[in-house]
């Protein structure tokens, strides 16, 4: 079965900068459209970016435009989340997530449309 593990959360300060990693394993990677998605406390999880199989395709949530960048590594079976300028309005538990597998290239942005999850790793953004 397909596994995901998030890394690379912490504590930053508003203006920061972090990359999360998600480590996949048990199938293809390259078979499977990545996505990322962020739930804060007393909220909804939410959907932040994510990036079809061949990385030819992304898409991010309105709130991330212009701050964040989804990318993958099929080589490693790796995708990222660089966040940069990050806010307060930020922090979240930011958890990793997989669809597939298909060779049709696709993005997904609905939290219903993914089929495995990671644990999450948290963010704090302090002001």
């Known amino acids: 079965q397909v596994q995901l593990v998030e890394s690379g959360g912490g504590l930053v300060q508003a203006g920061g900068s972090l990359r999360l990693s998600c480590a996949f394993s048990?199938?293809?990677?390259?078979?499977?459209?990545m996505g990322w998605f962020r739930q804060a406390p007393g909220k909804e999880r939410e959907f932040v970016a994510a990036?079809?199989?061949?990385?030819?395709?992304?898409s991010y949530a309105d709130s991330v435009k212009g701050r964040f960048t989804i990318s993958r590594d099929n080589a490693k079976n790796l995708v990222y989340l660089q966040m940069n300028s990050l806010k307060p309005e930020d922090t979240a538990v930011y958890y990793c997530a997989a669809v597939g597998p298909s060779y049709i290239d696709y993005v997904r942005t609905k939290e219903a449309e993914y089929d495995y999850w990671g644990q999450g790793t948290q963010v704090t953004v302090s002001s």
């Open positions: 990036i079809s199989q061949s990385a030819g395709s992304t």
């Open positions: 048990g199938r293809t990677f390259s078979n499977y459209a």
